[in-house]
């Protein structure tokens, strides 16, 4: 079983920048597709962003492109989200993932999920 802990949010103002990491224990990191999603309050969870098992290809929700980046480290067994650019849409807890099968995109893709991480965009 894989155990799966984010860390790196906080507060920021718009604007602002933030490196949110994904540290997988357990099981074979390298096994798993991972994907970032986010879950704002009194909203459904969101995909954010995926990122395959090599890192060779990455998906991205259209209201982060171009300002998040997602990447990983298969030696030092992380996964990290870089967000640039921060808007208070951008307010949530933040989850990492283990991409089981099927779209990248879609939250029933995922089986393994981390207890999330806060990050706040003050305007």
């Known amino acids: 079983q894989v155990q799966l802990e984010e860390s790196g949010g906080g507060l920021v103002q718009a604007g602002g920048s933030l490196r949110l990491s994904c540290a997988p224990s357990?099981?074979?990191?390298?096994?798993?597709?991972m994907g970032w999603f986010r879950q704002a309050p009194g909203k459904e969870r969101e995909f954010v962003a995926a990122?395959?098992?090599?890192?060779?290809?990455?998906y991205y929700t259209s209201s982060v492109k171009d300002r998040f980046t997602i990447s990983r480290d298969n030696a030092k067994n992380t996964v990290d989200l870089q967000m640039n650019n921060l808007n208070p849409e951008d307010t949530a807890v933040y989850y990492c993932?283990?991409?089981?099968?099927?779209?990248?995109?879609?939250?029933?893709?995922?089986?393994?999920w981390g207890q999330g991480t806060q990050v706040t965009v003050s305007s």
């Open positions: 357990g099981g074979t990191f390298r096994r798993y597709a």
């Open positions: 990122i395959s098992l090599s890192g060779g290809k990455t």
């Open positions: 993932a283990t991409h089981y099968s099927g779209n990248h995109y879609e939250i029933r893709s995922y089986d393994y």
